[in-house]
């Protein structure tokens, strides 16, 4: 119910107030009933029809959803919450009554970014929180997979890396590999590995304004190589050394995004994950790339779409790959990489 109402507040950009009242340690006795009786009996003279009223741990923690609510000020919430606390003082005794904890919870939820656990809260995200844990199988499995991978990939490419590395440090100043701050799962920040294609101390004013036109769906595409195709992204950038343009061309700079892969800030397969200024124009619903997927080096986008679609294109294949992830869906993607890579459609 709770994933449901917010893909509603995504669509009807109208928040919903999670409320949750905490009985206790979840002890199965006569007494303890009879409390959650009496609580769930003061609710129903506390909401509305529209509300829903759920376990949200059974017999333990109830949790209320006040939809589509106006939210201008904390005077709404503190309403809320003297209201229903005056019906519960009525039913239960003083030692019943301070037992009780109440939490309130609004989505969309305000991404702390500062927070370097999660930005993200999660009592807001029961059903991805399940969801994983059903899948412990699957995703030991796929870790596995990246660690072989990205240990192989790093011995195999170790030439690779050694000519790309003398190619940038001769040819301009700065050094070899390019340390960015990312966003990766469920909004949490890390430090993202690339070879550096662009000269150093740039400035990235206009790749900002240009990358929050495309998330707003205002971004016209660009001309690439004069296939007149052109690609949502900023063409013959002045900021791109002669040799990151073979680098990006060909997508070597991506190789040292394996350390992050052996790090487990990313998967070999997953959405790419985006600067801490893309999410902050982030609509609602953009978040969930974030949210349901670990970020990867390549994707569902990387293959079929890359910069030939449009942003919410990508973020639906993103959401596609999450839904229906599998090693046989990764093993798939990895081995239509390196087509993608060769032919160079929707890079530059």
């Known amino acids: 119910m709770i994933s449901l109402e917010r893909k509603r507040s995504e669509r009807s950009q109208r928040p919903f107030v999670l409320l949750l009242i905490d009985s206790g340690p979840n002890v199965h006795t006569d007494k303890q009933g009879r409390v959650l009786l009496d609580m769930l009996s003061a609710l129903q003279g506390a909401t509305r029809e529209t509300d829903v009223t759920g376990w949200y741990a059974t017999n333990s923690v109830v949790g209320v959803m006040f939809t589509e609510i106006v939210l201008d000020n904390n005077a709404v919430l503190s309403t809320i919450l003297s209201r229903i606390g005056e019906l519960m ?22 991404w702390d970014s500062q927070n370097p656990a999660r930005p993200s809260n999660p009592t807001l995200y029961p059903d991805l929180e399940r969801r994983q844990d059903s899948n412990r199988v699957g995703r030991v499995s796929k870790r596995m997979i990246d660690i072989l991978g990205s240990l192989s990939l790093l011995a195999l490419l170790s030439p690779v890396f050694l000519v790309a590395a003398a190619a940038i440090k001769l040819t301009s100043r700065g050094p070899v590999l390019f340390r960015q701050k990312r966003i990766g799962e469920h909004g949490t920040p890390f430090t993202f590995f690339k070879f550096r294609s662009m000269y150093a101390n740039n400035d990235s004013r206009e790749h900002e304004e240009y990358v929050r036109r495309l998330i707003g769906g205002q971004a016209e595409k660009k001309s690439a190589g004069g296939n007149g195709a052109g690609v949502f992204k900023l063409t013959n950038d002045p900021r791109i050394t002669p040799v990151g343009r073979i680098l990006r ?47 990867g080096i390549t994707g569902l986008w990387q293959v079929y779409g890359r910069s030939r679609v449009e942003f919410d294109d990508m973020v639906r294949l993103d959401l596609r790959y999450a839904r229906d992830c599998s ?18 459609d929707g890079a530059c």
Do not use: C
């Open 89 to 110: 003082r009525d039913r239960l005794d003083t030692e019943q009554f301070s037992r009780i904890k109440f939490s309130f919870h609004v989505f969309p939820d305000d």
């Open 249 to 295: 061309r060909s997508s070597m700079d991506e190789l040292p995004q394996l350390i992050n892969v052996l790090r487990g800030e990313m998967s070999l397969v997953g959405p790419r994950p985006p600067l801490p200024y893309e999410v902050e124009a982030y609509a609602t619903w953009h978040r969930r790339r974030l949210l349901e997927a670990k970020p």
């Open 327 to 344: 090693p046989l869906l990764d093993l798939k993607i990895l081995l239509q990489t390196p087509k993608a890579v060769i032919s160079g």
